[in-house]
Structures are given as structure tokens and as C-alpha cells.
């Protein structure tokens, strides 16, 4: 808690004179019509870049579904980190691999409805192209014919609709030509509101929650036991073991009131990377899930439940309404409920793909029943 200033003892009826010879000489001064004038302040903080990895300086990990470009999607093979950077020392190079390619680029973001927006970046090459979709209006790109070897700034400005919650921004070249290169992207304008943080879906519903983490290990077992009694269960996988087998957690969560969330890409403990890191982890692990099941996640689910009020924003500008922990835990074995005495209603309880997860499973559902709760669907509750 911070303290107050203590204040000095030293003259105070000093400090009065000195306070009424400024303001009698702020009236004359104005009354002569010579009133200073007020000036910005200059210490005002510029305001956030909402892009992910707009400098394209986050290194790529050798992590499946990282990508090869951190937080944009590129057509295969036509869009790669360079060392032909304005500033820093990375830049996005885009190379149309056929003339029926203009090796185009996207990230999607959350945004604000009716809200102004101004996107730019520095392109160098001949036809570079850069805009956005998905805003609920027309927007035209801002373009170049050449930049004359150089780099030139393009900027296009545009206003979200009434419905608008995320757009996707593009960059591209153009058929047939040559590569080009992007960096220092900027999105400027209103962040969405930060994530909200919480352990549990707050109700008087006699329900329970049931989430499983992770997913390296994928037991047959814990799949025909969520099928069999039908259960809602919420999964947070990672891109790596999602993509060794997408299937599974198919089956998983195919029951009604079931869904994938967001988990991160690397699963590390997000307070320790910077805000950039932090967003292309959850919008990265986000265009995974929506790439595979065709579904775009709202709920994220920290890792090692690390999370403070750049995770709220970062989550937030990747489309996530949610930051969830939980209130109790039964993986491989445990029984913990974090508030202590049995199951309550809203509780969310984690657990992992182990290879016990289906004894791990049944140990919730008995632990709920004993308190008279029955599994919900999450996103019943969070939405």
C-alpha cells in the first residue's frame, strides 16, 4: 500500500504568497490578452499497439501450430520471417509461390463495436497491400504500386459496426510480382475491456463444472466414460498434443454443452513473458482450435493458473471474455477443493489428460453427487 507524501513543515505562509503572486499574474495576463498558452502534456503515454507480434521479434518456438510467423497465418510457404527489418532485427516477407497467389498474411483481433481504428505498417517492394475484413463495412486497402527500394508507411482507418467483436487484419503482395516486406505493424484505438478473472461460474444451479487440461496423454478409457454418461466436459488442450491426434478431442467434447478452449501455445507461465508474448500465446493457441474444430474460444485457462492484468488484456484483444482457474482439483488422484468442505455450486474442477483421468473423472462425479451436483455445461455459464 502506498504511503501518503508527508508533508514539509518548512514556511507555508511562503508557499501562500508564492500561490497568490501566480494566480494574480495569470488574471493580469489574461486580462491583457496575453494568457499563456496550455500546452499537451508531452509525458502522455502513446497510446497501445493492439496488434500481435507487430515487429515481428517473437521468436518462433518448435512448437506444432506456433507457426512460422508468431501471432499471423500465412499461406504455406509464402510468408517468413527476414532479416530485412526497418527496426529491430526481424521483418515479415511475403512471396507469392504462383500467379495465383498474393501470399497473403492475417491475424484476427478483438475489437469494439463502433469504435474508429487506425491500422498501418511499413511495407517495402512493389504492390504491397494492406486492410482489414470482417468490420461490418467496406474497407479499402491502402496500397503501393513500389516503394522505390525504400520503405513507405501505409495507414487505413476504419470503423467497427454494431455486431463487429473481432477483424481480421491482412497484408499481401500481388500476382506474379516479387517479395514483399512488412514490419513495425500498428493497430491503433480502444483495447476491449480486460478478460474477466475468476475460478468459478458464480450460480445458485445445483451444478458443477467439469475441465481437463493439457492432453498428452489420451486414454480411450476417459473417452467412453464421457460418452456413456454423456457428460459436458470443457477441454483446454495445447496445439502440440491437439495436433498429434485432433480426433480425440473431438470425440471428447462431442457431447452437448461440451467445448475446446484456450490454453496457450507453450503452456509457460505467461506473468513472465511480455504483454507481446503473452498475446501471440493465447491468439496463437486460439487460431489452432478455430483452425482445427471450427470453433473460436472465449474461455482461457492459464497455465500453472499464473495470470495478472497484462494476461486480462491480452486475452481480451485475442477474443477471450474469460481468464478461468478453478476451485477444486482431481487430477491423478487429488481431491482438492481450494475453498475447503465439499463441492459447491459453480465450482469449476480441473483436471489433466493422464492416464488416470478416467478414475479421475468418476472421483469428481461421485465427489459432486454427494453434494447434489450434476456436471453443466461451462459456457452455459460464462458467455
Known amino acids: 500500500?502506498?504511503?501518503?507524501?508527508?508533508?514539509s513543515a518548512g514556511r507555508p505562509a511562503g508557499r501562500s504568497l508564492r500561490r497568490l503572486a501566480a494566480a494574480s499574474a495569470a488574471v493580469l495576463l489574461a486580462a491583457l490578452g496575453t494568457a499563456p498558452a496550455a500546452h499537451a502534456d508531452a509525458t502522455a503515454p502513446a497510446p497501445p499497439n493492439l496488434a500481435t507480434n507487430p515487429g515481428f521479434e517473437i521468436p518462433?518456438?518448435?512448437?506444432?501450430?506456433?507457426?512460422?510467423?508468431p501471432?499471423?497465418?500465412?499461406?504455406?510457404?509464402e510468408g517468413a520471417v527476414t532479416a530485412a527489418?526497418?527496426?529491430?532485427s526481424a521483418a515479415l516477407t511475403v512471396t507469392p509461390a504462383s500467379a495465383d497467389s498474393n501470399a497473403q498474411c492475417v491475424q484476427t483481433?478483438?475489437?469494439r463495436p463502433n469504435t474508429t481504428y487506425t491500422y498501418r505498417a511499413w511495407v517495402r517492394g512493389s504492390y504491397a497491400f494492406l486492410g482489414a475484413t470482417g468490420t461490418g463495412h467496406d474497407?479499402?486497402?491502402a496500397w503501393t504500386a513500389s516503394t522505390g527500394g525504400g520503405w513507405q508507411q501505409l495507414s487505413t482507418?476504419?470503423?467497427?459496426?454494431?455486431?463487429?467483436?473481432?477483424v481480421q487484419l491482412y497484408v499481401h503482395g500481388w500476382y506474379g510480382q516479387g517479395p514483399v516486406s512488412v514490419d513495425d505493424v500498428s493497430v491503433t484505438g480502444d483495447s476491449p475491456a480486460p478478460a474477466a478473472a475468476t475460478w468459478n461460474a458464480w450460480t445458485t444451479d445445483k451444478v458443477v463444472f467439469l475441465t481437463v487440461d493439457d492432453g498428452w496423454f489420451r486414454t480411450p478409457a476417459a473417452a467412453q466414460l464421457v460418452a456413456d454418461r454423456k457428460l459436458p466436459v470443457t477441454a483446454f488442450p495445447l496445439p502440440m498434443p491437439e495436433g498429434f491426434e485432433p480426433d480425440y478431442f473431438a470425440r471428447f467434447t462431442a457431447n452437448p454443452g461440451s467445448s475446446i478452449q484456450d490454453h496457450s501455445v507453450s503452456h509457460r507461465d505467461l506473468t513472465t513473458l511480455s504483454p507481446a508474448e503473452q498475446q501471440a500465446e493465447i491468439c496463437d493457441a486460439r487460431d489452432a482450435v478455430t483452425a482445427r474444430y471450427g470453433t473460436v474460444p472465449t474461455i482461457f485457462r492459464p497455465p500453472y493458473f499464473a495470470w495478472n492484468a497484462d494476461v486480462q488484456q491480452a486475452a481480451a484483444n485475442c477474443g477471450m471474455k474469460y481468464v478461468l482457474t478453478?476451485?477444486?482439483d482431481f487430477t491423478s488422484g487429488a481431491s482438492n477443493v481450494y475453498h475447503g468442505g465439499p463441492l459447491q455450486p459453480g465450482d469449476v474442477i480441473i483436471m489433466h489428460f493422464t492416464d488416470t483421468l478416467a478414475d479421475d473423472l468418476q472421483r469428481a462425479l461421485d465427489a459432486a453427487a454427494a453434494a447434489g451436483l450434476t456436471p453443466a455445461a461451462l459456457t452455459d455459464y460464462l458467455h
Not at 500500500?1 to 508533508?7: D, F, K, N, T, W
Not at 527489418?85 to 529491430?88: E, I, Q, Y
Not at 470503423?159 to 467483436?165: D, H, K, Y
Open 1 to 7: 500500500m502506498l504511503s501518503s507524501p508527508r508533508r
Open 60 to 69: 518462433t518456438l518448435p512448437l506444432a501450430d506456433w507457426g512460422s510467423v
Open 71 to 77: 501471432g499471423w497465418r500465412c499461406a504455406p510457404g
Open 85 to 88: 527489418a526497418r527496426t529491430g
Open 109 to 111: 483481433l478483438a475489437v
Open 139 to 141: 474497407v479499402p486497402p
Open 157 to 166: 482507418t476504419f470503423t467497427t459496426g454494431a455486431n463487429a467483436s473481432s
Open 326 to 328: 478453478a476451485t477444486a
